[in-house]
Structure formats: structure tokens, C-alpha cells
């Protein structure tokens, strides 16, 4: 790809993400799930990994998702779609390896996450976010394995760039690649974000464009 078609995605990136977001779905089971349409794109990660903090950060609003500090806060598979025309939708999903939740609660998170990864057609991307200070966990694990079993790609951000020194977080983007590496149905490059700075989502939007237009 040329420097000048990436600015131009760029652009797109932005323009399509300073439009309208707004949220359309909740569910908390894959029995409820929205009529599907359009185009979605996931975001899967530990509980607190900066999920909703994410979609909040490529939309510009500081409360279209629901974040807190305690983990566990998103507890359905929530929707929002952007502007009409452009046919693209965000689901936020609820954490995993959340410890100190009821068993209960976490096995019926984790079966809902792993079956809307599994089995959604209209599903055409998913982020796998990992903590740039912790890099990839046994939970983490069992999720690319799953998603290594359905059609769908994936890549994986590392969150929270903010929240480490550039040596570790050159460190830890190596260690990841290279964990990445043992799962050919992943994007081989890990992209690296801050909610808080916003590093990185120029080009995680920009992504998402052209994964529409791929789609289109
Ligand atoms: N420093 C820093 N903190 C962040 C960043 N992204 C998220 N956080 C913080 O991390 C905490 C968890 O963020 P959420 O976005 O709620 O995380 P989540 O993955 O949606 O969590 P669950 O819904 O509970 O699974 C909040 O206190 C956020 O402010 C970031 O890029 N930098
Ligand atoms: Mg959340």
C-alpha cells in the first residue's frame, strides 16, 4: 500500500468515526442476539483490558460504552452501529478471566463470548485487546484458539500503551508477535493503542475502513 492511499483510509477513518454512533442492541444471550446486518467488528479482551474504553476513544465520545474501573462491567454483547450508509456496527463484548465473579456468571460470559466468536456470519473482524503491560494470558489463549477455529480474522491491540516505559512495551510487542506467530488465522502485527492518548486509532479506524471496502 502506498503512503498516499493509507492517509487517504485515514481520512475515511476519521470521517466515518466522527459521524453518528449510537447504541442499538443488548444481549445477553447468543438466543437474543440482533437480526444481522451490516457489518461487525468485535472487541474481545480480559475483563478491564479497555474494551468499552476503546470504542469510546474511535467514536470521540467519553460514554457511548460503559466503562469503570472494577472489572466486569460489560455484561452483554452490546451493539452500536454508525452512520446508515455506511453499514458498519461495533460490538462490544463482556470480559473474560474475571476472577472474583460468581462461577456461574463467568462460565455463562465465556460461553456467550465463545459462541458469538464462533458462529456469526455478518461478524467480519475481531480485536483481540491485550494489556500492554501484561501481554497474552492463558485466558487470552483459549480465545485465539476459538477464534482459530471460525472464519473470521483477527488481530490483536495491545491497550493501556500509556501505562508503560518504551523498553518494556518494545519488549512486550515482540513477545506478542512472536506468540502470534503459532496462529496463522491472526494478523502477524500487533497494533498498539492508548484510550487515554489516543496513539493508534487513526489506524485502527482506518482498518475498519478498509475492511468495508474489502467487504463491499
Ligand atoms: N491509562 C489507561 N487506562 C485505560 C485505558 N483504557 C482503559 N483504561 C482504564 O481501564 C479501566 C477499564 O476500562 P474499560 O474500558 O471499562 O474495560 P473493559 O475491557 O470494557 O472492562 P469490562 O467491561 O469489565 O470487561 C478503566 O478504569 C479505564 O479508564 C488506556 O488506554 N490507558
Ligand atoms: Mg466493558
Known amino acids: 500500500m502506498t503512503a498516499e492511499t493509507d492517509a487517504e483510509l485515514i ?4 470521517k466515518l468515526f466522527a459521524g ?17 446486518a451490516g457489518m461487525e467488528v468485535a472487541f474481545a479482551g480480559r475483563s478491564n483490558v479497555g474494551k468499552s474504553s476503546l470504542i469510546n476513544a474511535l467514536t470521540g465520545r467519553n460514554a457511548l460504552a460503559r466503562t469503570s474501573h472494577t472489572p466486569g462491567r460489560t455484561q452483554e454483547l452490546i451493539f452500536f452501529e454508525g452512520p446508515d450508509k455506511a453499514g458498519l456496527r461495533l460490538v462490544d463484548m463482556p470480559g473474560y478471566g474475571y476472577a472474583s465473579a460468581p462461577k456461574t456468571q463467568v462460565a455463562s460470559w465465556t460461553r456467550l463470548i465463545h459462541q458469538f466468536l464462533l ?4 461478524l467480519a473482524r475481531v480485536y483481540v485487546l491485550i494489556d500492554a503491560r ?12 476459538t477464534l482459530d477455529k471460525s472464519a473470521v480474522s483477527y488481530h490483536v491491540v495491545l491497550t493501556k500503551a500509556d501505562q508503560v516505559k518504551a523498553a518494556e512495551l518494545q519488549k512486550n510487542i515482540t513477545e ?16 498498539v493503542t492508548s484510550s487515554r492518548t489516543g496513539a493508534g486509532m487513526p489506524e485502527l479506524r482506518a482498518a475498519m475502513v478498509r475492511l468495508l471496502q474489502e467487504r463491499g
Open 20 to 36: 453518528e454512533w449510537k447504541f442499538v442492541w443488548a444481549s445477553p444471550s447468543i438466543e437474543t442476539l440482533p437480526p444481522m
Open 134 to 145: 501484561h501481554g497474552i494470558k492463558d485466558v487470552d489463549k483459549d480465545v485465539l484458539k
Open 176 to 191: 506478542t508477535a512472536a506468540a502470534l506467530a503459532k496462529h496463522p488465522a491472526a494478523f502477524p502485527d500487533v497494533l
Open 119 to 122: 458462529g456469526r456470519a455478518t
Open 11 to 14: 481520512e475515511e477513518g476519521r
